[in-house]
């Protein structure tokens, strides 16, 4: 099963250009997490370091019902079955 993705908007530092970005989910909240988060537009200029508002506007993605639903799929994706005793 593939990791659960987000998309956002990002605005290249350098020249303006607006373009949406991919990120798993588990790499953005890292990021977010650390404190610190690349992000890169399309331009294929040099990534760059999320801004606060930036990392803001990645928090409110991540807790959108949709990502929170994905989330709680793969957490539950990845739990060990539970085991019947017979008697």
């Not at 953005?28 to 999320?50: E, Y």
């Amino acid at each position: 099963m593939q990791m659960p993705k987000i998309r956002f908007p990002v605005i290249c530092p350098q020249c303006g250009v607006e373009s949406l970005m991919n990120l798993p989910v588990a790499e953005a909240a890292s990021g977010l997490m650390r404190g610190s988060l690349k992000l890169k537009g399309q331009c294929l200029h040099a990534p760059w370091n999320a801004t606060e508002t930036e990392r803001e506007q990645i928090r409110e993605y991540l807790a959108s019902p949709i990502v929170q639903q994905l989330a709680n799929v793969m957490t539950r994706s990845h739990e060990a079955p539970e085991r019947r005793v017979r008697r």
